[in-house]
């Protein structure tokens, strides 16, 4: 017998779209830039610093991030600037709080 949260193709998808978001932001590092994106817009050389990791794996990071549609740049001179897009977030807390509602 298939759970209810697996009974119709909206929430079957809504389920496969909370894994896949869960699985990229389970990184540690990445939890730690989206924490440190928080607070407002950052640039690559702040960020690098504040993590104390290498700037290439905050790159690296950012790139997946970035990819998954939560996080969004714009070239500053020679930096790269980060910030949370507020939107995409909130469709993945509502997301994850639609999963988790059927527990209660």
């Given at each position: 017998m298939e759970p209810k949260c697996c009974l119709n193709k909206?929430?079957?998808?809504e389920v496969g779209q909370t894994a896949a978001l869960l699985k990229i932001v389970a990184e540690k590092n990445r939890l730690k830039?989206?924490?440190?994106?928080k607070s407002g817009e950052?640039?690559?050389?702040?960020?690098?610093?504040d993590l104390d990791i290498p700037q290439n794996l905050?790159?690296?990071h950012l790139k997946v991030l970035k990819d998954a549609g939560?996080?969004?740049f714009r070239?500053?001179?020679?930096?790269?600037?980060?910030?949370?897009k507020k939107k995409e977030m909130s469709k993945f807390n509502s997301l994850l709080n639609?999963?988790?509602q059927s527990y209660e």
């Open positions: 909206q929430t079957i998808k830039i989206l924490c440190t994106l950052r640039c690559v050389c702040d960020i690098w610093q905050v790159s690296h939560l996080i969004d070239k500053d001179g020679l930096k790269m600037i980060y910030w949370i639609n999963f988790l």
